[in-house]
């Protein structure tokens, strides 16, 4: 059995042939925890700051006594960025190149 064989499809690639921002972040993140750090960042960069996120995300449901709905944003807000650049980068850069 193998961790890919559960790994969700995307949408927008399997439907409209578009990768999505978000396409990659799973390998990704199975990357992270398989120790391949380098090879995670390369494949989708935003890696590190959605599990930044995410552990924040938790915690604030788990810490409830501080309010964490500022810091989201922002790392949200940073998120979308390095998603869109690393999007452009990756399909009208480096085809272009």
């Not at 927008?12 to 199975?30: H, N």
């Not at 959605?50 to 807000?77: A, E, H, Q, W």
Request: a positive charge; charged letters at 15%; aromatic letters at 16%.
């Amino acid at each position: 059995m193998n961790i890919e064989d559960f790994m969700l499809t995307c949408p927008s690639k399997k439907f409209l042939g578009i990768e999505c921002l978000g396409c990659g972040a799973q390998r990704a993140v199975v990357l992270v925890f398989e120790g391949r750090f380098s090879e995670a960042f390369h494949l989708y960069p935003a890696v590190y700051t959605l599990l930044l996120f995410l552990f924040t995300l938790g915690l604030s449901f788990v810490d409830t006594k501080r309010k964490y709905s500022n810091i989201l944003m922002i790392m949200v807000t940073v998120n979308l960025v390095i998603m869109i650049i690393s999007y452009y980068y990756k399909h009208f850069y480096m085809h272009s190149h």
